[in-house]
């Protein structure tokens, strides 16, 4: 079953780079409330928490977010079933054409493992960003951070509130 969704996600994103959604120019901003549902995975996460749930700020090159983190089922008796991630980042967004509302944009952050303290080495740490809006209600996001020995990434779909 997990493999499938993996492949489920891999079909959607390229389905979305390959034919992007256009949209009026006038709905170009991707600033304000955004509310998000997708994966985490991390190195040594023997508690196995994998589904997230995030509420995030955006500003034109700012970002700040919470990620709820939960486990899929109950962990194998290391760590706890839930955590936090609480983070900030800076963005760059590419130029795109007048007549596209989507955009790429790319970012560093750091962030901080709230209610976790068994598989991380370091509860704070820096990550990368990588996120692609592809229309002006909704949004792809992908964090990667080190924290420790442990690299830790989540996989967000967010949907905008403008």
Same mark, same amino acid.
């Given at each position: 079953?997990?493999?499938?969704?993996?492949?489920?996600?891999?079909?959607?994103?390229?389905? @979305? $780079?390959? !034919?992007?959604?256009?949209?009026?120019?006038?709905?170009? #901003?991707?600033?304000?409330?955004?509310?998000? *549902? /997708?994966?985490?995975?991390?190195?040594?996460?023997?508690?196995?928490?994998?589904?997230?749930?995030?509420?995030?700020?955006?500003?034109?090159?700012?970002?700040?977010?919470?990620?709820?983190?939960?486990?899929?089922?109950?962990?194998?008796?290391?760590?706890?079933?839930?955590?936090? @991630? $609480?983070? !900030?980042?800076?963005?760059?967004?590419?130029?795109?054409? #007048?007549?596209?509302?989507?955009?790429?944009? *790319? /970012?560093?952050?750091?962030?901080?493992?709230?209610?976790?303290?068994?598989?991380?080495?370091?509860?704070?740490?820096?990550?990368?960003?990588?996120?692609?809006?592809?229309?002006?209600?909704?949004?792809?996001?992908?964090?990667?951070?080190?924290?420790?020995?442990?690299?830790?990434?989540?996989?967000?779909?967010?949907?905008?509130?403008?």
């Amino acid at each position: 079953m997990r493999s499938f969704v993996w492949v489920l996600t891999g079909i959607c994103i390229l389905g @979305f $780079l390959i !034919a992007p959604l256009p949209a009026l120019a006038e709905n170009s #901003g991707f600033e304000g409330l955004a509310l998000g *549902v /997708g994966v985490n995975r991390a190195a040594e996460n023997m508690a196995n928490e994998n589904t997230a749930f995030s509420i995030k700020w955006r500003e034109r090159h700012f970002e700040y977010g919470l990620d709820f983190l939960q486990a899929g089922a109950v962990g194998y008796g290391y760590g706890n079933s839930n955590c936090a @991630f $609480l983070w !900030a980042s800076w963005l760059e967004e590419f130029d795109r054409p #007048g007549w596209q509302d989507y955009g790429i944009y *790319v /970012g560093a952050g750091a962030g901080t493992i709230l209610g976790e303290d068994d598989f991380v080495d370091w509860q704070a740490g820096p990550f990368i960003i990588l996120g692609w809006d592809f229309t002006a209600r909704a949004g792809l996001e992908g964090k990667l951070g080190y924290f420790g020995e442990n690299i830790f990434g989540t996989a967000m779909f967010y949907w905008y509130f403008q």
